[in-house]
């Protein structure tokens, strides 16, 4: 009699993705927003409207017992990331390099460095000894060093992300402000552009006028000496 009970897929130490994973399309999500926003606009709970298909496109809620499973073993939503487990050796932290200023001394780069070398040594280590003895009371020893690498490297890891957090706020602030001096410097160019023209608009003006002038002083005279032409003529047929 086989056993009744199936086993947990989640609790697997490397489950397998979800069978939901195929519902993240882009037509999908557009949908599940289009949803939001109606919603919202609306007044309504946005869960009621959602189809079941798209249940899977919104985050899940926190755990009610406030425990999850990672990996095979039960966590707490309490426990920091960075704190290393009780059965775990800690490593003692390598110097500070010089390109490690401002950085917290566990998530340094030396430091990463420095563990990924201990891993790589490690993880040829146990491929001699397995080659030589595949005997667990053996090779024991060296996977416990393995074991208590990786997870030192993740708790590195996990104290990194606030640094990385503030560093990407930085850069995306520093981007944000660069592109406000792109644009304050599109504006200046674009100003001596207009500048240049309304000068050369008015120079063109300036120029219309004084031929205008030109041509009114110069139609006068003629106008003028056309006068005394026809009074010359005028005394002349008077005395002949």
């Not at 798209?54 to 039960?74: D, I, K, M, V, W």
């Not at 009780?86 to 010089?98: D, H, S, Y």
């Not at 160019?189 to 041509?215: C, F, H, P, T, Y």
Request: charged share 25%.
């Amino acid at each position: 009699m086989g056993d009744s009970t199936a086993p947990n897929p989640l609790s697997a130490p490397f489950p397998a993705p979800p069978s939901f994973y195929h519902n993240f399309t882009p037509e999908k999500l557009s949908q599940l927003e289009e949803i939001e926003k109606q919603a919202i606009s609306e007044k309504k709970q946005v869960d009621s409207d959602i189809p079941p298909e798209l249940q899977c496109l919104r985050p899940p809620t926190p755990p009610a017992n406030g425990t999850y499973r990672s990996f095979g073993e039960e966590r707490s939503l309490d426990a920091s990331l960075s704190v290393l487990p009780l059965e775990t050796r800690a490593l003692p932290p390598p110097p500070v390099g010089q390109h490690d200023k401002g950085m917290p001394l566990a998530a340094s780069p030396s430091a990463l460095l420095t563990i990924t070398r201990s891993l790589l040594l490690s993880y040829l280590e146990l491929l001699h000894i397995l080659s030589a003895n595949p005997d667990a009371a053996v090779y024991g020893p060296k996977w416990e060093d393995l074991r208590d690498l990786f997870q030192n490297a993740h708790a590195m890891i996990n104290a990194y992300r606030g640094w990385q957090g503030r560093e990407a706020l930085i850069a995306l602030l520093e981007g944000e402000v660069q592109r406000g001096r792109e644009s304050v410097m599109e504006w200046e160019i674009m100003e001596k552009r207009v500048n240049e023209v309304l000068k050369q608009v008015e120079g063109g003006e300036q120029k219309v006028a004084s031929d205008s002038e030109w041509l009114s002083k110069t139609t006068n005279g003629t106008k003028r000496k056309r006068g005394e032409e026809k009074r010359l003529w005028e005394i002349m047929g008077a005395h002949s």
